[in-house]
């Protein structure tokens, strides 16, 4: 006897191409568990480096508020040489990562840093802002930057932005609470109303887990 099931499929959902493809300049920014879309996204920018299929991207700022440091080791899910060795001749990367809740490193983190890599270099100013270099080639980028106790000024984020990356079109994907989608949609717009010729120009786009 033959049974019949009965199934019902729905999607796929949003823009038919990715925001993620759509610009060479891309500046994500992630609150707390938002960060998971976003290593999505660089996985796949990697395998499609790897693979010589059509990335647009070129230039990658991730910008990630969390709360407590316990949040970092989400990033060592992705291990972005292991994907494609040669990724940095290609795309640049780089990690902002801001801890709002903490005003230092732990011990505890500091502790198990030092016994998983003892090539992790960690150096702090009197703001707190800590530079992690890491001499091994599986971390994520020698170039991110956490800083402890504070949040994203995007004011200052995109002023760097745009005199590093000069008058180009940046395409800024946000995922995170309602409070960080308006904070940083408020940005963009005061930055593009009184932008000059040679700044860049910002566009808006959210990233939500909602269907």
């Given amino acids: 006897m033959t049974k019949t099931i009965t199934a019902s499929v729905e999607g796929p959902y949003g823009h038919e191409t990715p925001y993620h493809l759509m ?17 999505a996204i660089l996985s796949d920018i990697l395998h499609r480096v790897r693979d010589g299929k059509p990335c647009l991207p070129r230039n990658v700022l991730v910008v990630w508020a ?37 005003s230092q490193p ?47 000024d995007f004011k200052e984020i995109y002023g760097t932005v745009s005199k590093k990356w000069g008058s180009v079109d940046v395409g800024v994907i946000v995922c995170g609470p309602p409070t960080l989608q308006s904070s940083v949609a408020k940005e963009i717009r005061s930055h593009n109303i009184v932008r000059q010729r040679q700044d860049a120009i910002f566009h808006f786009n959210s990233h939500s887990f909602d269907l």
């Fill in 23 to 39: 610009y060479e300049n891309l500046i994500l920014v992630a609150g707390g568990i938002g960060i998971s879309p976003f290593l």
């Fill in 106 to 152: 732990s011990l505890a983190s500091a502790k198990d840093e030092h016994e998983q890599d003892d090539t992790i270099k960690v150096e702090s100013d009197q703001n707190g802002t800590v530079s992690q270099k890491t001499l091994n080639q599986n971390s994520l980028d020698s170039s991110t930057i956490i800083q402890y106790g504070t949040r994203p």
């Fill in 66 to 102: 969390v709360k407590k440091s316990d949040e970092l080791p989400l990033l060592s899910t992705i291990d972005m040489e292991s994907i494609c060795p040669f990724f940095s001749d290609k795309v640049n990367i780089e990690f902002n990562i801001f801890v709002t809740r903490e």
